[in-house]
Nanobody, 123 residues
């Protein structure tokens, strides 16, 4: 099955930037929907962004205009560029995948998950 490994998290000041990476192994991601979710302490996991097999993207309202999701299928990698970071962006960020052209916003739709990478934003 697909294995996903995230990296790129860290601690930054408000207004700073980070670039998260998610590398897949075992299968080509060409025909997979890819997504980023995040979960803060005491809160439910929420979608951040999704990217379809054709490259079409979708963003949650809190990050729209600040974050960018992209994919490089040849490298089996999906990225999340986080700009203009705010303290409320602090969370554990997860990469997720599902072999479908449809990319729901609900976490239950995704079969494959990484272990997460921590993003901490201080004011």
């Amino acid at each position: 099955q697909v294995q996903l490994v995230e990296s790129g998290g860290g601690s930054v000041q408000a207004g700073g930037s980070l670039r998260l990476s998610c590398v897949a192994s075992g299968y080509s991601i060409n025909w997979f929907c890819m997504a980023w979710f995040r979960q803060a302490p005491g809160k439910e996991r929420e979608v951040v962004a999704t990217i379809k097999t054709d490259g079409r993207t979708d963003y949650a309202d809190p990050v729209r205009g600040r974050f960018t999701i992209s994919r490089e299928n040849a490298k089996k990698t999906v990225y999340l560029q986080l700009n203009s970071l705010k303290p409320e962006d602090t969370a554990l960020y997860f990469c997720a995948s599902w072999q479908s052209g449809v990319c729901p916003r609900t976490s239950s739709a995704y079969n494959y998950w990484g272990q997460g990478t921590q993003v901490t934003v201080s004011s």
